[in-house]
């Protein structure tokens, strides 16, 4: 007969190396002490993965497909694969084998694809990419000064250029996304988004916002934006211009993990909702969804590390929606140091026999 959690609370009293048996695991928190979680806790997990009904398995190994130091994975509309090897940007085909098209350097790539063009920019380098013929061109071609661009095709001494604006190209950004006929670029505490259809243009005079903090992520809904920052998330709908900006989360959130979502994937999602998105905070991973409603997933066992910027994808493996994300650290490591004992724990399932006569 199974053990209640009083018959093993009573054990553990009179004998303290009594093993203890745990049926569903809760994974790792960090919310509380190491001495106060329970048992089905971790303080750790190490290479492992939890599926559904809560139980443990060990995480799958890893091939080595193509060495080089890689960055900026992208999967193209047209079934290609896109990245950066070596500081190049490429394709890559079905055997690994990477086909450079344009250096890039070293700086994180943002993309967005329009129309059988891949837009690619970096806080360095920017440019646009023919995926039919995977062929580089420069994205944007007015000069550093720019246009002067007026609805008045005739200027004379009684109508001059009335009504104009100054057209750019547009600028290096660290963080692209495509919403509403506009390709919005953001880069420090500035976005911009560019005319409307018209993704080599930009109105330097107009088509700009500021944050009061350096921008950290931007996703896309079907109704609005997504921003987060190194201090809040907002939420951003309306037409570029007299967008409404709503603070949806007060906590920093880390850069570079803010990414789409499969809406499936979150079947108690609001009824209206249509999209989603997925993004780490300080304060434990954020689903996003339509109007600016969110939750926070993990806030009550899991917060994430503050880290320098990170980078995230979900996927779907065994039946179980995972969000994977690597961060990049700066300043001195975090002290391991814990109070309490050391316990080693040693997994182990148990099947009832069953005598037959």
Same mark, same amino acid.
């Given at each position: 007969?199974?053990?209640?959690?009083?018959?093993?609370?009573?054990?553990?009293?009179?004998?303290?190396?009594?093993?203890?048996?745990?049926?569903?695991?809760?994974?790792?928190?960090?919310?509380?002490?190491?001495?106060?979680?329970?048992?089905?806790?971790?303080?750790?997990?190490q290479n492992i993965d939890i599926d559904n009904d809560k139980q443990v398995h060990m995480r799958r190994g890893r091939t080595l497909k193509a060495a080089g130091s890689w960055h900026s994975i992208w999967n193209a509309g047209n079934g290609g694969l896109y990245g950066v090897r070596n500081?190049?940007?490429?394709?890559?085909?079905?055997?690994?084998?990477?086909?450079?098209?344009?250096?890039?350097?070293?700086?994180?790539?943002? @993309? =967005?694809?329009?129309? %059988?063009?891949? &837009?690619w920019s970096s806080k360095s380098a920017h440019g646009k990419i023919?995926?039919?013929? /995977?062929?580089?061109?420069?994205?944007?071609?007015?000069?550093?000064?720019?246009?002067?661009?007026?609805?008045?095709?005739?200027p004379s001494d009684t109508l001059g250029q009335v009504g104009g604006k100054l057209l750019r190209n547009p600028p290096k950004a660290e963080f692209m996304v495509y919403h509403n006929g506009r390709i919005y670029l953001a880069l420090d505490k500035m976005i911009w988004a560019t005319e409307l259809f018209k993704y080599d243009y930009v109105?330097?005079?107009?088509?700009?916002?500021?944050?009061?903090?350096?921008?950290?992520?931007?996703?896309?809904?079907?109704?609005?934006? @997504? =921003?987060?920052?190194? %201090?809040?998330? &907002?939420?951003?709908?309306?037409?570029?211009?007299?967008?409404?900006?709503?603070?949806? /989360?007060?906590?920093?959130?880390?850069?570079?993990?803010?990414?789409?979502?499969?809406?499936?994937?979150?079947?108690?999602?609001?009824?209206?909702?249509?999209?989603?998105?997925?993004?780490?905070?300080?304060?434990?991973?954020?689903?996003?969804?339509?109007?600016?409603?969110?939750?926070?997933?993990?806030?009550?066992?899991?917060w994430f590390p503050t880290a320098e910027s990170g980078t995230a994808i979900a996927r779907q493996q065994d039946g179980v929606t995972q969000f994977l994300s690597v961060f990049r650290h700066g300043g001195t490591p975090a002290s391991g140091a814990r109070i309490g004992d050391y316990v080693e724990a040693e997994i182990m399932r148990f099947v009832d026999r069953v005598d037959v006569f």
């Open positions: 007969m199974p053990q209640t959690v009083q018959d093993q609370s009573t054990q553990q009293d009179q004998n303290p190396n009594a093993p203890i048996f745990v049926q569903a695991f809760e994974g790792v928190r960090n919310t509380s002490s190491a001495e106060r979680i329970g048992p089905n806790a971790f303080v750790v997990g500081g190049s940007l490429g394709f890559v085909q079905p055997d690994y084998t990477h086909v450079p098209i344009v250096d890039v350097g070293l700086d994180w790539l943002s @993309y =967005v694809e329009i129309d %059988r063009t891949m &837009y023919d995926l039919d013929q /995977n062929v580089n061109s420069d994205w944007g071609t007015l000069n550093e000064q720019g246009v002067w661009w007026s609805p008045v095709l005739e109105d330097a005079t107009r088509t700009y916002m500021m944050f009061e903090d350096g921008i950290t992520g931007m996703a896309v809904v079907s109704d609005g934006l @997504y =921003v987060g920052t190194a %201090r809040n998330a &907002y939420f951003l709908s309306g037409e570029f211009g007299k967008m409404q900006r709503v603070l949806t /989360n007060s906590s920093p959130v880390i850069k570079g993990t803010m990414i789409p979502a499969v809406l499936d994937d979150y079947p108690d999602h609001p009824i209206h909702a249509r999209t989603a998105i997925n993004f780490a905070t300080t304060q434990g991973l954020c689903v996003g969804f339509d109007r600016g409603l969110y939750r926070n997933l993990t806030q009550d066992h899991f």
